[in-house]
């Protein structure tokens, strides 16, 4: 399992995040057509990272900075997305292979854009993921 898909599953498997996004939950690009359209969504992309080394190869603990992107109708809906889902990303957990230490996030930002279909509110986060290996934690 890569980092991506646990973040994933670590959402889908968040009873707030789920109430208001169910599955539409994405990494790096949100399906344009058919249902993945849906709001309200998610998506999730790595946008910096750290993986420190000593000499006898890197450390068990990795950091990435994702950006969690929640989209919908209503600006109110895609704040109390954007909270629920640095809910879920920021305490430890373990799925599959991949291991959470707790996290960091931040302040959402307001984003948005006009399309065909009416104005489309963004709030994004960045959280501050720290991970590793079961086999290294």
Same mark, same amino acid.
């Given at each position: 399992?890569? &980092? @991506?898909? !646990? *973040? %994933? #599953?670590? &959402?889908?498997?968040? !009873? @707030? /995040?789920? #109430? &208001? #996004?169910?599955?539409? %939950?994405?990494?790096? !690009?949100?399906p344009q057509k058919g249902p993945g359209n849906q709001l309200p969504a998610v998506v999730l992309q790595v946008i910096s990272g750290d993986r420190p080394q000593h000499l006898d190869g890197f450390e068990d603990m990795a950091t990435a900075q994702v950006q969690a992107n929640s989209f919908a109708r209503e600006y109110g809906e895609s704040r109390i997305l954007a909270e629920a889902v640095s809910g #879920? *990303?920021?305490?430890? !957990?373990? /799925?599959?292979? %991949?291991?959470?230490?707790?996290?960091?996030v931040g302040e959402p930002r307001d984003l948005g854009e006009q399309t065909d279909d009416g104005f489309i509110f963004h709030a994004a986060v960045e959280v501050t993921v720290r991970w590793g290996r079961a086999e290294a934690a």
């Open positions: 399992m890569h &980092l @991506g898909e !646990a *973040l %994933i #599953a670590r &959402l889908k498997a968040d !009873a @707030g /995040v789920q #109430a &208001l #996004a169910g599955s539409r %939950i994405f990494w790096v !690009a949100r #879920a *990303l920021v305490d430890e !957990a373990q /799925v599959d292979d %991949i291991v959470f230490w707790r996290g960091d």
